[in-house]
């Protein structure tokens, strides 16, 4: 008997405007550290991932402002990123819209809100999947930002059950 697994990766988002360059972190196990450089927006994020077992450093993304800074470090894998809210609107006069504020929800923890809670507000659960990547677009600051999800693997003890279901 062979044990299929269909592609469970999904992708939400982007929020925020359409300013600035695209970038992608891509398709990873899990989120290990989230840096956020905020003020009166979110000026630039820069996450740490893993990537079955080893760590990997994305870049950073947005730009180089912000007076304000916040280092989030996650218990991976015990504790996993699932929800992300926020608000986007323009930070300027006759500008875009841009990334205001942030919070970010494990199975554990809450952390923010950073930035300034004002504009369009943005919110998602990821509902049983975990966040695995971030992308988005960013200039001088975090101008949108998406979310790659992916279901947990099952153990190899909930996989054992399901072939003896179906068996």
């Known amino acids: 008997m062979k044990l299929v697994q269909k592609d469970t990766r999904k992708q939400l988002g982007p929020w925020g405007g359409n300013g600035g360059d695209e970038w992608d972190d891509g398709v990873h196990t899990g989120v290990k550290e989230i840096i956020v450089v905020y003020g009166w927006c979110i000026d630039s994020i820069q996450v740490t991932y893993d990537k079955n077992g080893k760590h990997v450093l994305a870049e950073k993304h947005g730009g180089n402002g912000g007076t304000k800074y916040a280092q989030i470090k996650l218990q991976f894998p015990d504790e996993i990123l699932i929800s992300v809210s926020g608000h986007y609107c323009p930070v300027v ?25 004002e504009g369009t507000p943005f919110s998602f659960f990821a509902n049983g999947d975990r966040i695995v990547g971030f992308y988005g677009k ?19 003890f909930q996989r054992f059950l399901m072939m003896l279901k179906k068996g």
Do not use: A, Q
């Not at 942030?102 to 300034?116: E, I, W």
């Not at 960013?138 to 190899?156: H, V, Y």
């Open 93 to 117: 006069y006759g500008g875009g819209p841009v990334i205001r504020s942030l919070t970010f929800k494990t199975n554990k923890r809450t952390f923010g809100p950073f930035g300034v809670e």
């Open 138 to 156: 960013g200039g001088w600051f975090l101008d949108s930002l998406g979310f790659r999800l992916s279901r947990p693997k099952p153990s190899m």
